[in-house]
């Protein structure tokens, strides 16, 4: 009789108990375990878990009360930590491949989220050299040509003085 309570009680509770050792445990053991090796792939897999789960975190924290709502979530929440966090799924590898890496390398051409645009505004691929034609079709090129003299002008000055010119140098 006393057992199976016991167990019924593990039964109605897991996320409370298995959560805490898959989302923290297991990930700092490992983690722990990556420092110590030559290999990126599981320094990868690990630092991608944590981000993910800061994320997962965040997430919680912010939608607290509506996720009340919804009895389904810790285990929601416990199965895709297991995926993220388990060696026989990578999961936090697979999104890293899929999704974080390719938007790091390359944010022009990741389309996670669809935003539209206004047609004929920088739709060629290369940005930089459109916007270039268009300011010499409205200004001209000896207006293009003082413009390119005055940053250049600019930048010489910046490496010029002696202190330190950053990729945003901004000016108040």
């Known amino acids: 009789m006393g057992s199976q309570n016991l167990f019924a009680v ?8 298995a959560g805490p050792l898959v989302a923290l445990v297991y990930p700092l053991y490992a983690s722990i375990k990556a420092i110590e090796t ?3 792939a599981d320094d990868q897999q690990w630092l991608t878990y944590w981000v993910l789960y800061s994320l997962i975190t965040l997430f919680e924290l912010t939608f607290a009360k509506v996720l009340e709502w919804f009895p389904i ?15 026989q799924f990578n999961g936090a590898a697979y999104v890293y491949k899929n999704f974080v890496g390719p938007f790091y390398r390359n944010p022009q ?8 645009r206004k047609a004929n505004i920088f739709s060629k ?3 930089v050299l459109t916007a270039a034609e268009k300011y010499i079709e409205e200004n001209g090129t000896e207006a293009f040509e003082r413009l ?3 940053a250049d002008r600019e930048a010489r000055s910046r490496r010029s003085s002696n202190h330190m010119v950053f990729e945003n140098d901004y000016r108040y």
């Open 10 to 17: 593990l039964a109605k509770n897991i996320d409370v108990f």
């Open 38 to 40: 030559k290999s990126r």
């Open 73 to 87: 979530w810790p285990y929601v929440k416990l199965a895709a930590t297991c995926w993220l966090v388990l060696p």
């Open 109 to 116: 051409t990741t389309n996670i989220w669809y935003i539209p």
């Open 125 to 127: 691929q290369d940005d």
């Open 148 to 150: 390119i003299r005055r």
